[in-house]
């Protein structure tokens, strides 16, 4: 979608109270629309998916127009790294839903996840080739509420360490690698 601008999301910030925005795929929005969204916006659901063109600093920079957020997704935000996940996660305690499919995040960002944002039910970390079983550990741990958790895709995550975390989080749902649902064992 290139009819999206900066200019138009600015102009929707300004003159609207905006609870739900999807620009996902809006290659023509650039950091500036961030500086808007921060100041005039106050999300309750935010989709960025596969906004190439947006530095993980702008992300960050809106976070305070994300603290009544329930649902975001960040997925294939190639400039999106620990460190905006880690100022978003401070934000966004309320969130119940979050893609972070396809992100160059580390073990740092589930900690971040696990210790603010309790309330999280559903993560989408499809394809997120750093995480390893330690981080959602520390995911699991603060983040009680969750149900389900795509790790399709995941390189360090094996079945024994699915196991696990189905053993201690029996009502969650996580799929493997492959997308199938994990079970723990008898």
Same mark, same amino acid.
């Given at each position: 979608?290139? !009819? @999206? ?5 600015? &102009?929707?910030?300004?003159? !609207?109270?905006?609870? +739900? ?7 023509? @929005? ?6 808007? *969204? ?15 063109? +947006?530095?993980?600093? $702008? ?8 603290? /009544? &957020? ?10 999106? %790294?620990? $460190?905006?996940? $880690?100022?978003?996660?401070? /934000? ?7 893609? +972070?499919?396809? =992100? ?18 559903? =993560? ?7 995480? !390893? ?14 149900? /389900? ?9 094996? %079945? ?8 201690? *989080?029996?009502? !969650? ?6 997308? +199938? ?6």
């Amino acid at each position: 979608m290139d !009819t @999206i601008t900066d200019h138009g999301i600015v &102009a929707l910030c300004v003159k !609207t109270k905006l609870k +739900v925005l999807s620009i996902s795929w809006c290659s023509s @929005i650039t950091d500036a629309a961030f500086d808007a *969204m921060a100041q005039f916006a106050s999300f309750e659901g935010l989709a960025l998916r596969s906004l190439s063109t +947006v530095s993980g600093t $702008a992300v960050a920079r809106c976070a305070p127009a994300l603290e /009544h &957020a329930r649902q975001l997704s960040l997925a294939k935000c190639d400039g999106v %790294d620990d $460190a905006a996940l $880690a100022v978003l996660a401070r /934000h966004c305690r309320v969130l119940q839903e979050l893609d +972070v499919s396809w =992100l160059d995040i580390t073990d740092e960002s589930l900690a971040e996840l696990g210790e603010h944002c309790a309330s999280l039910r559903i =993560l989408g970390a499809e394809g997120c080739k750093l995480v !390893t079983c330690g981080g959602l550990l520390s995911l699991v741990r603060g983040c009680t509420a969750l149900v /389900h958790v795509n790790l399709a895709w995941c390189d360090r995550i094996d %079945d024994g360490d699915l196991q696990t975390l189905a053993r201690i *989080m029996p009502r !969650t749902e996580f799929l493997d690698y492959y997308g +199938v649902v994990v079970t723990r064992e008898a």
